[in-house]
C-alpha cells in the first residue's frame, strides 16, 4: 500500500505561510506544532510580540535569513493579509500560501469559554467580545490578493487536539498539491486603498461559497455558513456590558463607533 506523499520542504524554499480564521479557530495551536516540527518556520504572533510592526520586523528577519514564516495572526480581510504578502514579495522566490479555519462560531465561542492563559485576553467576557467584531467584519481571502495557494482546513479535518509531525506535514501537502492561483494580482495598499467594498451582512446557508479547490466565493462577507452570526449564537452573550475591545485584545484592534473592527492597530 502506497503512503500519501507528505510536505518535506527543500532547503532553498522559502514560505510566507499566512493563516486566517476567527480568534479560538485553532491558527496559534496549529502554529506551535509546526514551528516545534518544522523549525525553518518561525511563527510570528501579534499578542506575543506587542504589536503588528514587532511582526513585521521578525517576519522580514527570518525570510532576509533563508528562513520560511508563519502569520499567526486572525488576518480577518484583504488589507490586514496584503501587509504579509508585501512582505514576501520583497524577498525573490518566497512562495505565499493562506490557510484558513474554517471553524465554527459556536466552537470558537465554546472554546473561549474554557481558555486561559491567553497574553491578551483575559477573560471569557472579552474573549467572547472580541469573537463578534472579528466575524461580522472578517472577509476571506480572494484570488486577486497575491497568494500562490489556498487550503480551507475544518475541525473536522484534524479531530486530536495535537499535531504531530505527521498531521503537520500531511497539512503542508495539502496546500501543495492545491490548485495553483492563476495570475495572482497585486495586493492591496494596507492602508486600505483599492480594498473592493461590500455590504457587511451574514449570509446564509444557501449563499455558502469559500474555497475549494482555488474556487472562490464573491458571497461570503461576515462569518456564516454553519457559523452563527453572533446574533443567532445562543452559547454566548455578547453586546450587553460589553463596550470595548481591551487594547492588545485579538491583535490590537480597535472598535469603532458602529462596533466594527478596525483595520489599523492601535499603535498606528
Known amino acids: 500500500m502506497r503512503l500519501p506523499a507528505l510536505f518535506d520542504p527543500q532547503q532553498e524554499e522559502k514560505f510566507a505561510l499566512i493563516l486566517c480564521g476567527l480568534i479560538a479557530s485553532g491558527k496559534s495551536t496549529f ?43 486572525t488576518n480577518f480581510n484583504e488589507q490586514q493579509r496584503a501587509h504579509w504578502v ?10 505565499v500560501w493562506v490557510i484558513v479555519f474554517d471553524t465554527p462560531y459556536e466552537i470558537c465561542a465554546a472554546r473561549l469559554q474554557t481558555r486561559t492563559g491567553h497574553p491578551t485576553i483575559k477573560t471569557a467576557e472579552e474573549g467572547l467580545s472580541v469573537l463578534a467584531r472579528f466575524a461580522a ?3 476571506p481571502p ?4 497575491g497568494h ?7 475541525p473536522e479535518d484534524h479531530t486530536s487536539p495535537e499535531w504531530t509531525a505527521v498531521d503537520i506535514a500531511a497539512v503542508l ?5 492545491s490548485p495553483p492561483i492563476v495570475n495572482p494580482g497585486r495586493p492591496v495598499n494596507p492602508r486600505g486603498r483599492g480594498q473592493a467594498r461590500g455590504r457587511r451582512t451574514p449570509f446564509s446557508n444557501s449563499q455558502r461559497g469559500g474555497i475549494r479547490g482555488g474556487q472562490y466565493s464573491s458571497n461570503f462577507r461576515g462569518w456564516g455558513v454553519a457559523h452563527s452570526t453572533p446574533s443567532q449564537s445562543p452559547s454566548q452573550n455578547v453586546g450587553e456590558g460589553v463596550a470595548q475591545i481591551p487594547k492588545n485584545a485579538g491583535e490590537e484592534v480597535s472598535a469603532n463607533a458602529s462596533g466594527s473592527v478596525s483595520n489599523e492597530t492601535q499603535t498606528e
Request: hydrophobic share 30%; net charge positive; aromatic share 6%.
Open 148 to 154: 500562490d495557494r489556498i487550503l480551507y482546513l475544518k
Open 86 to 95: 508585501n512582505i514576501a514579495s520583497e524577498f525573490p522566490g518566497t512562495r
Open 31 to 73: 502554529a506551535h506544532a509546526l514551528q516545534r516540527h518544522f523549525p525553518r518556520f518561525q511563527r510570528c504572533n501579534q499578542d506575543d510580540l506587542g504589536d503588528r510592526r514587532q511582526v513585521e520586523h521578525l517576519a522580514r528577519k527570518n525570510l532576509s535569513e533563508g528562513n520560511s514564516v508563519c502569520i499567526d495572526r
Open 173 to 177: 501537502q495539502k496546500v501543495r498539491d
Open 137 to 139: 467584519d472578517f472577509r
Open 142 to 145: 480572494a484570488a486577486h490578493e
